[in-house]
């Protein structure tokens, strides 16, 4: 038996005072970076192998660093090295700037600890979270006793309001029996060609597979066609098929489309079928007064997914998900190991977060949420959401009035649209397929110049530019930039790549 | 169109001086509450009711609040209402204390907010990431050039070694198929029945269904029984079934146990089936220099789950799967999506994360795990790795002793126990089913009372008590009141409640 101290000293313990002491550190560091934050370039110029030397592949360090050396290090590599979603011209994908409070709230989260997957592990943190969800739930117009839980992200949160609609809807034991009970390979989803891959990564790994999902073509504004989607469910039913869900878009990836929710839920009470919306872009814009119809029809979809890391604008990772009947959500993930043996109190009225999802063990992510909501307010958030729609449209206008630039969406705050040199032929065959060609350039060229980060969408074959305006910081000045910068961008390159034969067919 | 102004108010924006204030004050009361944690209870004693009262079930906040007030409220509240893993006296499920410079990652990582999905969208936090990754393998002796990813927790972890392992042995297009593919329910996943849940919940979730699970039974010290997995397997390859995965158990949940992982791998290798290690607890113990042979027999899984957030102490949530062989990783992971135009570089050195795992964006959770290990040093983890496994080989020792409790095993830092009144005969029917009456009632007045927290395990139908030692702030001070504390309460309830008829059967 090993001889002990009293006192056990372990390296990554610090002291109170040297807690502050490097506390201190890293808030100064932080904040100095969120003052210089406008001024540096959005993305760095950097190469995987240069940022390799610089970071050095080493072993595993033997001995332990001082605290402070270490901090300093981090601090220097990530505010040099990193694409400042932050930043006031950061419009890529949908990931937006991050809320300072929330940061301090994952902070606080992560100092004290708190496992969120059950309540005696975590009275008040479960109560935090259960009071964001209902938040969450009244702030976009749905039932605010609905069951709920944070995820990290997107994907997750589609993948819980998935497996919860599967097992609803499927008629045997599927937990036993698996996919196999079904006797035959009939389970069948339903989705616009728009829906982002979390649908096919979906029924790949829950085992339906890719032939699992009818695909529904879009109109020219990439929503969902009401009419073959009917007809569909139609077919497949009296080819004793099993539909059992459909999925809706409140906000598609690429436009920020939203499909008619309304008329899809009509589809799905006739037919039984559990109607998802993937609200994980658009969902919160259900919050401002002038939204869509089809937005105010989230409340009549059985389970939503929506991310606080995207339109609340808290820190990576904050997902969620909704379900109508929190008993659907129960039914599908709920196990009892023997080694948890938690104090159930009253029927109904415990809350162990462990029985709604993926995970056992959870970190307090709502925390960051919830404080977010408390320091916006819901009025405060409605504001935020408008305006980016209306920088998103006053984008559309400035662009559209550019002769070198054609527009070709806007909704939400994503407005998509691609340089064209004033001197060519658009609609040719060979043109298009050049046309793909020099925008993409040009956003890599745009990307790595750091003044402003756009991504991409692909349009009827047409490969665009696409801003999508997620953050609080962007200001009209901001965005005025824009059209010049892609115009002069697309001009050089179209001088440098254009093939002979394409030169002035106007 | 609207009017706009030049400068934009969004009220989650912080001005620099502002965020410094709120940063400094929050990391103040962290290092308060660092001080006086040994000093707290371990868990509060309050209802759900009490609770509720307290933080008030509001409707969502129209109007914002200061910053200031709001952080004020979130860290008395969680300061106060919290189950302490950080607690010295925390030896509840597989917790560990949180390292605080971990806090100060989240923090970091919270504020830059890299979107840890894609190279060019966070090329340092990416590397990084690599980098952890690297380490961890080579701390527990695995090829660095392995595949991994940093997730949630163990389930995910183990989520990904299992879809990782069902892509890679199905012979048939299941991303198109599904599991319809096989023409049969025939794939078939071998673990001992001491395994964790999130097996039951992976086939559930995945498509399999739990009868897909062959439970193999463990011997006395809960390990697999080897003779038994190997004539099952071929059992059912003989009766035309597909085997496909061996799940071994490195550290099981309730005691501990190691599996023999060396035989295993010898059976996987003759029979073409994956070994899947769940190391979410015990693989960070193959770093020790005593390390027992079947963890170090780790490098021959074809995938292994970890927990940075167990034995690394690091806050949650911090998981990891490494996978031996990384192409099995993204052909059973990658889709690429017609939005996602990341500049690729040669074949081969690019590395973007949402092609390994669940997530599309993803937080910078590697971060605290780097820090972490540069500030300990992978010798300053051996060493409190082994205090605590030597702590807990000492709490077996005073258990012993003590001629009211059993004890019933000891593995890495899992002591598990029961309190038998002295005055019983713990052999007979009637008394085994109150033993585990009086000391299921035992767990649940010792962990309200505040002093100690520890969990349970079932073993061998018996209910005993459980401390598992994840924990840096222990000493042997902490574990020497144990047994006394243990007694003392055993004693008064079982003065209460037991039957008459059980009364002095010795």
């Known amino acids: 038996m090993p001889e002990f101290n009293n006192e056990r000293t372990s390296p990554v313990e610090l002291s109170p005072d040297d807690f502050r002491k490097a506390g201190y550190k890293v808030v100064d560091r932080i904040a100095s970076f969120l003052d210089s934050l406008p001024s540096k370039p959005v993305s760095p110029e950097i ?25 300093e290090q981090a601090a220097d590599l990530l505010f040099k090295y990193t694409t400042f979603n932050g930043h006031p011209k950061f419009w890529g994908y949908i990931t937006s700037s991050a809320a300072p409070i929330g940061a301090l709230g994952d902070l606080l989260a992560a100092s004290v600890n708190p496992n969120v997957g059950a309540w005696n592990l975590s009275p008040v943190a479960t109560e935090i979270e259960a009071q964001t969800i209902r938040w969450i739930a009244e702030m976009i117009g749905y039932r605010t006793d609905c069951g709920g839980l944070m995820v990290s992200g997107g994907n997750m949160a589609n993948f819980i309001g998935f497996l919860t609609a ?16 079904s006797k035959a390979h009939s389970l069948l989803v339903y989705a616009s060609k728009e829906t982002h891959t979390w649908i096919q990564k979906a029924v790949d790994l829950f085992g339906l597979g890719t032939d699992s999902i009818r695909w529904i073509s879009v109109d020219e504004k990439q929503k969902i066609l009401i009419d073959e989607l009917e007809s569909k469910i139609k077919a497949d039913k009296e080819n004793g098929q099993h539909p059992f869900m459909v999925v809706g878009n409140a906000g598609t990836v690429s436009t920020g489309a939203i499909d008619p ?33 089809d937005l105010k029809a989230l409340k009549f979809a059985d389970s939503i997914a929506l991310d606080p890391h995207k339109w609340l604008y808290v820190p990576l990772e904050a997902g969620c998900i909704l379900v109508q009947n929190p008993s659907f959500l129960i039914d599908a993930f709920s196990y009892h190991p023997a080694y948890y043996n938690f104090i159930t109190e009253e029927e109904g009225s415990s809350i162990n977060y462990y029985e709604f999802g993926f995970q056992n063990s959870r970190g307090f992510r709502a925390l960051k949420v919830w404080l977010s909501l408390k320091q916006a ?96 910081r962007t200001t009209i000045e901001d965005i005025e930039m824009l059209p010049e910068l892609v115009t002069e961008i697309g001009i050089e390159i179209d001088s440098k790549i254009r093939p002979v034969d394409l030169k002035s067919n106007k």
Chains 1, 2 share one sequence.
């Open 47 to 71: 190469t995987r192998d240069e940022l390799q030397k610089i970071i050095g592949i080493q072993s595993l360090p033997n001995r332990g660093e001082s605290t402070e050396k270490i901090l």
């Open 166 to 181: 599967r097992k609803a809807k499927a008629k045997w034991d599927i937990r036993k029996e698996g996919l196999a009970g």
């Open 261 to 293: 929710l309304n008329k899809m839920y009509e589809i799905c009470k006739e037919n039984d079928l559990w109607l998802h919306v993937d609200g994980a872009y658009g969902a919160f814009a259900a919050a401002i007064p002038d939204a869509p119809d």
């Open 377 to 472: 307010g819901v009025d405060g958030y409605k504001k935020m959401i408008a305006d980016d729609i209306n920088l998103s449209k006053h984008l559309y206008k400035i662009l559209d009035s550019n002769p070198n630039l054609e527009v070709l969406s806007q909704s939400l705050s994503i407005t998509t649209f691609r340089f064209i040199p004033p001197d060519i032929d658009a609609n040719s065959n060979k043109v298009s397929s050049y046309l793909n060609d020099l925008n993409e350039k040009l956003l890599h060229q745009l990307n790595e110049g750091g003044e402003a980060f756009v991504s991409n969408a692909v349009i009827e074959e047409k490969f665009v530019l696409r801003a999508c305006i997620v953050n609080f």
